[in-house]
Nanobody, 135 residues
């Protein structure tokens, strides 16, 4: 059983920074994709940033130039460094991981655009951490 636990969210003013963390409990092998997704009520889930087991990274358009995704100890901890935050960055940030056959190294862009369903047998999701950015 794999569990993803996020933390680091909070309330900040526009222009501020936050660092989100996602700690992985359990093991899902060495061929995977991991990433951050933002959920806002009445809007489609948006891929923010993702990385695969080879270290390839992809960012959503809104995150490019401001956010940075990184891993520590391989897949045990995933970070999202968010700088120059804007009110439109507000939302529930959820960490997700996916593995073959849904996602594998070299397919991180597809994972960012089309993450696994919440109840997928080939992926795991955290409960999320809330980010609120005020103007």
């Amino acid at each position: 059983v794999v569990q993803l636990v996020e933390c680091g969210g909070g309330s900040v003013q526009a222009g501020g920074s936050l660092r989100l963390s996602c700690v992985v409990f359990g093991n899902f092998g060495d061929n995977y994709c991991m990433g951050w997704f933002r959920e806002v009520p009445r809007k489609e889930r948006e891929g923010v940033a993702a990385v695969d087991s080879d270290g390839s990274m992809r960012y959503g358009d809104s995150a490019k130039g401001r956010f940075s995704i990184s891993r520590v100890n391989g897949k045990n901890t995933l970070y999202l460094e968010m700088n120059n935050l804007k009110p439109e960055d507000s939302g529930l940030y959820r960490c997700a991981a996916a593995f073959p056959p849904y996602c594998s190294a070299g397919h991180v862009e597809g994972f960012l655009l089309d993450p696994p369903p919440i109840d997928s047998s080939f992926g795991d999701w955290g409960q999320g951490t809330q980010v609120n950015v005020s103007s």
